[in-house]
């Protein structure tokens, strides 16, 4: 293939919602790209698939911002292209179906930017499939059409080939129709549709927040306001509608829900081995590492390493960081043989055993206390720490130092950033689930920084999970004890902590 310099443009379908319905072929356009175009929430979740250096774009509608209008987003692409950049642009389910896909292939094919589409699963037949509800039975409806309800939106009036619609036998499958469905409805009986023909309405199909309202064309309407049902939604009517194949596997976690805080890139491992076991699952604060192993403190510090006899690391994400940017600044891991290393925590150990490292000390009770305690007992005056760490890290460990005389330099290696999703709806999320999980203590600092008191309160009833004794001390600061700690650091035993506890609280409320 010729080599790029125009950059291409990559129309990839998102799929319905859940994230793991992406196709093989999509994953991999967004696993190496330069830049994601996004516009919903559903393909935000795909977000961890790109690359962390690729940039991410959001044109669509959220609380309190204005969308792109679609020509300002045809320009984005085509100005992209233009960079020379590899540039996925994500549509919900299929770009062409109902997408404005076409709009935007225009718009490259006139500027001759490269492209591909890149199929996706449409949510017009996955969102009731994942209900249980088939368009197409044999003997029961041989055909299914897909409308959108949206083109009914002026002065509510039907348009012109809806008595046609109205007149087909197969399943009738409207998008965009829910703000319309009184007028659909009505149609459809205008037309001759009976009353007692089967429908129903589903709400984020294929998501953990689904909905579905089951029916018949003469009480639909009044089920989907009772139940108070929002957008994005579809509209099924039909024989079919009636049907319930809906799966039958049952999983460790059915019916739980679990808010999970943590990196993207973290969160999203954790969370499809949670909703692998029938969990569902979300990113309620996902954190962003910023890193400073390039910036003139660090540099520093690893042109002097010889100056230093310990090196003491109190997070997975400090040891990733510190290597990593050692290897950036020319240096390899030669340059660390003389130092004693201690880790504050297993999993900080496990980090540094992965990289070929093995830890000189670890404290027997997980936090920086004892590590301060630890070291004044293992170092003098004669030695020299380097504590390369977050920005919030804690002053225990230099007021020890200190106490005893033992020079160190504390120095900032990153800083932890938190970006919620879906604040304003944080309060409801936290309340319909059971789990909350941390794998960072500072996370939890992140976390609990963003609450507000009431939202604070809001948690009595959640079973926190922390990875580990050190993301457990930093809970048990802001007040409030971990439920549940992992016996092994890491996702696994994360998942493992969460389906022991549910089977126990399972029990326990069966016996109730
Ligand atoms: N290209 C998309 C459809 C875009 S139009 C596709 O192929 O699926 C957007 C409409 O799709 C919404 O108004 C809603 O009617 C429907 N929709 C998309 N995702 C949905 C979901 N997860 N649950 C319910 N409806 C959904």
Wanted: a negative charge.
């Amino acid at each position: 293939m010729e080599t790029m310099k125009k950059g291409a443009v990559f129309l990839v379908g998102a799929g319905p919602g859940d994230p793991e319905l992406i196709t093989a072929k999509g994953m991999m356009r967004l696993n190496d790209c330069d830049a994601v175009v996004y516009d919903s929430l559903s393909s935000d979740r795909l977000l961890a698939l790109a690359p962390e250096t690729a940039e991410r774009i959001y044109v669509g509608k959220r609380a309190g911002r204005h969308s792109m209008k679609q020509e300002e987003i045809n320009e984005l692409l085509v100005r992209l292209g233009n960079e020379g950049k590899k540039v996925v642009r994500l549509k919900g389910g299929d770009p062409f179906v109902f997408g404005r896909g076409g709009e935007e292939i225009q718009a490259l094919q006139a500027a001759e930017i490269p492209y591909e589409t890149v199929p996706g699963v449409t949510s017009a037949v996955a969102v009731p499939e994942s209900v249980g509800i088939p368009v197409t039975h044999r003997a029961m409806s041989r055909s299914f059409h897909v409308m959108t309800g949206h083109t009914l939106a002026e002065g509510e009036t039907l348009p012109p080939d809806f008595p046609a619609f109205a007149r087909l036998s197969g399943t009738l499958v409207f998008l965009m129709g829910l703000g319309n469905l009184h007028p659909i409805v009505e149609g459809l009986l205008e037309a001759g549709k009976p009353a007692d023909l089967p429908a129903a309405v589903i709400e984020n199909g294929t998501l953990p927040e689904e909905r579905l309202v089951r029916g018949t064309l003469a009480d639909i309407e009044e089920k989907a306001a009772e139940a108070g049902i929002k957008t994005p939604a579809i509209i099924v009517v039909g024989e079919t509608a009636a049907l319930d194949m809906s799966s039958t596997l049952r999983r460790p976690l059915d019916g739980i829900q679990v808010c999970v805080t943590g990196t993207e890139s973290f969160s999203d491992r954790l969370i499809r081995s949670l909703t692998a076991l029938g969990a569902k699952a979300e990113n309620v604060c996902r954190l962003g590492l910023k890193s400073y192993s390039g910036g003139p403190e660090m540099r520093r510090a690893y042109g002097n390493l010889s100056s230093y006899s310990w090196a003491v690391f109190t997070s997975a994400n400090g040891v990733r960081l510190f290597l990593e940017g050692l290897l950036a600044a020319g240096k390899d891991f030669r340059s660390l043989g003389h130092l004693k290393l201690a880790a504050v925590g297993r999993g900080t150990a496990q980090e540094l055993r992965r990289w070929g490292f093995l830890a000189d000390y670890v404290p027997d009770r997980y936090q920086v206390e004892d590590l301060a305690q630890g070291l004044t007992e293992l170092a003098d005056g004669g030695d020299r720490i380097l504590i390369p760490r977050s920005r919030d890290g804690s002053h225990a460990l230099n007021e020890a130092l200190e106490a005893e005389g033992i020079p160190y330099d504390d120095i900032v290696l990153y800083e932890v950033t938190a970006e919620w999703r879906e604040r304003e709806r944080l309060a409801e999320i936290l309340g319909q689930s059971q789990y909350l999980t941390f794998a960072s203590g500072s996370g939890v600092n992140a976390f609990f920084d963003g609450l507000t008191e009431e939202e604070r309160r809001g948690l009595d009833h959640i079973r926190i999970v922390c990875i580990g004794g050190v993301t457990a001390r930093a809970l048990e600061k802001r007040g409030r004890k971990a439920d549940i700690v992992a016996e092994t650091y890491n996702i696994p035993g994360m998942t493992a902590a969460v389906v022991k506890d549910a089977a126990v609280s399972g029990d326990t409320r069966e016996k109730r």
